[in-house]
């Protein structure tokens, strides 16, 4: 048979994909991820920056407000910061940047497989079916999952250079293998398993080593060249492990045994087979089915692999692709299939999204070596196919539409999945956000006892349930969502105080929008189930102050400062007012000093706030001498600091200290 020219295949990948993922361009965010780790991220929106660029090395992101250490992915990060320079906010240019990375993903795996087995119509049927399979929407069109498109990009990258250094070995040209393949780790870890490929390419269709017969030399040699690649590889793992261990929070997890992850592996390496076939009901989330899984799953699921195993190491001598394929699948598959389990997923479209290339290989030139005989190809087999790629091209058409918003997206999922809290919890938070609160809860209350019935901490879902409660005004009926449904009692310190400090968040972005009234609900609540709470106190009488409330917020300060006697801000807040309050029945110039002076003290004089409300105290207290030399600190620790506004109200105060004059608060 006739090879096909490289140009029009190209083409004809290109134009295949577009096809089927132009719609793209007219899909949202979603509400899984993509806030965080995108769109509500500042290091991000900022686009690309200098500052951005240290961030994303520095291998920290934001969680409700708060940095935390991840995967560490900087070339991941530094995509998403020239979108946003790129495109801004709107989601269409993201949306089609990964669509482009996809395409390039096309031609390199039809360029690189046409180069290492010169079968010009297997590549590109390989290429097209990984171009177009429904299973590969998730990763295209889910903007945070941009790191596994990316990393598989330099992953192709690594192979095809390869492929060059195989031909003609030099350093320079294993450098040239080295660095994507680093690049690739620095865009998502799953690339860890590269070296692996590397050696199974070598037996087929490189044939640079031989299973039979074995021959160890050429083995050894193959090893000891990949050594440099199998450290790098290890280093990544390394990192991983290490996030896993140290930072993933506990209710982003379930408890499983060993026997139960392999369980569950066993039947997704089946389901992944299933849904390469038949791609049907996808979703975006699998509840894990935990210590649920049925024995006749597992053991027809074992079956199928070692059957499969069994068959493709029978005909290695004739058939190496088979093989290859094969262990393609599995050991691509393996860091994503469970045996360290992250998250409460059974399995995810995404993780497919390379692995799948071993199993149409197989699919491919199995096809082809039954064909071979011939000289051309059966107008029946060609018209098959062709109807084959369009029908996989209208399944990922319509699965498209499914990731239009966050409603589409999990309303979906809940139709095609069973007990699935994550859907029901995301698609409540979506409601929320939308306003329709009812809807909103009866979502989370699902995702709660879906949970609960399952022994999974509810802490995520209990929360969101509370916080729309306390929307409506229902504080009782939140307060028992927020102890009851956690079973968060006063001995249990952990949990109680990540309840105390998730509400706190909450509050002190309220603070910082001037929703006062929000704000203080927020820290009143905090301090009736937990009265003890300093922070609670300091941030309560911030916000009373700023509501005009003033005896409530003295009182608020007061009990600060009795449970924790070296809170600064409660003290400098105290003093302020103590100090400055236009209300004489407030000010008490010689009990300002003393505050002011111990915030001060702990804070070793280096906060120019500080150092303003103890010259506003020795003011006064009628110390006029001592207000002046404690601005002129104050405005030189702002000035040095970049303070600029800080700076100028301090030397506007220090100018009524010389004219022996007291300094009142304009507002509140």
């Known amino acids: ?110 360029l690189i497989f046409n180069s290492m087995t010169k079968d010009g119509w297997q590549s590109a049927m ?18 945070v999952e941009r790191k596994g498109i990316l990393s598989t990009f330099f992953g192709l990258l690594t192979i095809g250079a390869y492929v060059r250094y195989v031909r003609a070995p030099s350093k320079w040209r294993y450098w040239m293998v080295f660095l ?49 690649l199998f450290a790098l590889s290890a280093l990544a793992s390394l990192q991983a492990v290490f996030y896993i261990k140290n930072f993933q929070r506990p209710e982003d997890i379930i408890q499983l045994s060993m026997a139960d992850r392999i369980s569950n592996a066993a039947v997704a390496y089946a389901g992944y087979l299933w849904k390469t076939i038949y791609p049907h009901d996808l979703a975006v989330f699998y509840p894990h089915p935990g210590h649920a899984l049925p024995a006749w799953q ?47 997923q059974a399995m995810a479209d995404r993780y497919a999204y390379v692995p799948l290339i071993g199993i149409f290989v197989i699919i491919i030139w199995g096809v082809f070596k039954v064909f071979s005989r011939q000289r051309s190809m059966p107008v029946a087999f060609i018209t098959s196919a062709m109807a084959a790629l369009l029908s996989l091209g209208v399944v990922t058409w319509n699965q498209l539409k499914y990731w239009k918003n966050s409603m589409t997206l999990f309303q979906h999922t809940l139709e095609v999945t069973s007990d699935n809290a994550f859907a029901n919890n995301n698609l409540g938070v979506f409601l929320y956000k939308q306003g329709r609160l009812d809807e909103a809860i009866a979502h989370f209350s699902e995702a709660v006892r879906i949970n609960t019935a399952r022994g999974v901490s509810a802490r995520m879902e209990s929360y969101n349930l509370a916080n729309t409660l306390m929307k409506q005004g229902k504080v009782e009926e939140a307060a028992i969502h927020f102890t009851d449904a956690l079973e968060i009692k006063p001995d249990r310190g952990t949990e109680f105080d990540v309840l105390c400090h998730a509400l706190l968040r909450q509050g002190n972005r309220f603070l910082q929008q001037d929703r006062f009234d929000e704000a203080a609900e927020r820290y009143a609540f905090i301090l009736k189930i937990k009265p003890d709470f300093v922070e609670g106190h300091a941030n309560l009488g911030t916000a009373l102050l700023k509501l005009g409330k003033v005896d409530e917020a003295i ?114």
Not at 190 to 215: A, G, S
Not at 310 to 330: A, E, K, N, Q, T
Not at 627 to 651: D, G, P, R, V
């Open 1 to 110: 048979m006739s090879q096909p020219h490289n140009r029009w295949i190209c083409l004809f990948l290109i134009a295949a994909n577009l096809l089927a993922y132009w719609q793209v361009r007219d899909c949202e965010f979603v509400n899984y991820d993509d806030e965080q780790f995108v769109f509500e991220n500042p290091h991000i929106r900022n686009g690309l920056t200098w500052d951005g660029i240290r961030w994303a090395f520095s291998g920290n992101f934001l969680i409700d407000g708060i940095s935390q250490t991840a995967y560490w992915a900087p070339v991941t990060h530094l995509s998403h910061m020239c979108d946003f320079q790129l495109y801004g906010p709107d989601p269409a240019g993201h949306h089609l940047t990964s669509l482009w990375i996809h395409i390039l993903n096309t031609l390199l795996l039809f």
């Open 126 to 143: 390989v290429a097209a079916l990984f171009a177009i399979h429904p299973m590969n929407v998730e990763s295209v069109a889910w903007i």
């Open 180 to 228: 994507p393949l680093a690049t690739g780790l620095m865009a998502k870890v799953t690339l860890v398993t590269w070296p692996v490929l590397l050696l199974l390419l070598d037996i087929w269709p490189l044939k640079r080593v031989r299973l039979n017969p074995f021959e160890p030399r050429t083995w050894r040699t193959a090893l000891i060249e990949k050594s440099p």
């Open 298 to 344: 597992i053991v027809l699921s074992l079956l199928l692999l070692a059957g499969i195993s069994i068959w493709v190491f029978s005909v290695v001598r004739d058939h190496p692709c088979f093989m290859v394929g094969w262990l393609w699948y599995l050991v691509v598959l393996l860091p994503m299939i469970g045996i360290v389990q992250v998250g409460k």
């Open 555 to 668: 009182a608020h300060f007061r009990e600060g400062i009795r449970l924790y006697e070296d809170d600064p801000m409660a003290l400098n807040n105290l003093a302020w007012i103590l100090a400055t309050h236009r209300n004489p029945k407030f000010r008490d110039g010689a009990e300002a000093v003393l505050l002011a002076k111990r915030a001060c003290e702990i804070t070793r004089h280096h906060q120019p706030v500080y150092l303003r409300t103890l010259a506003a105290a020795h003011a006064e207290a009628g110390q006029f001498k001592e207000a002046i030399e404690t601005s002129q600190m104050a405005y030189i620790l702002a000035s040095t600091s970049h303070q600029n506004e800080l700076a100028s109200q301090i030397q506007t105060m220090m100018q009524l200290y010389r004219n022996s004059q007291f300094y009142r608060q304009v507002s509140q």
